[in-house]
């Protein structure tokens, strides 16, 4: 065996990959139950996600709707969208450190 390798018993490393994986499955199932908010114009505008980054519903107050302004009711939606995405991510990240101990393993998520 390489240096790499030697005295590493290839069974369990397999069987914690295999569990691994599961859990990383279970994590992945609940972030899609997992909804998260996005608002921006001090809450005119409210896009919800969930954990999967599946948009799920935008709510615009009839307030922010001018109609000789619609650049900026679309940079408000831009905005909450950008926003919940970002909190998305965070809580998918937090949710995969608890398997991952913390490490980033680029490509899991």
Known sequence: ???MFKGMNLGGLMKKA???QSEMLKIQEELAKRVVEGTAGGGMVKVQVNGAREALSVRIDPQAVDPGDIEMLEDLVLAAVKEAMRKADELAKSE???ITGGMDLPGLM
């Open 18 to 20: 295999q569990k691994m």
């Open 96 to 98: 995969m450190a608890k």
């Open 1 to 3: 065996m390489s240096g």
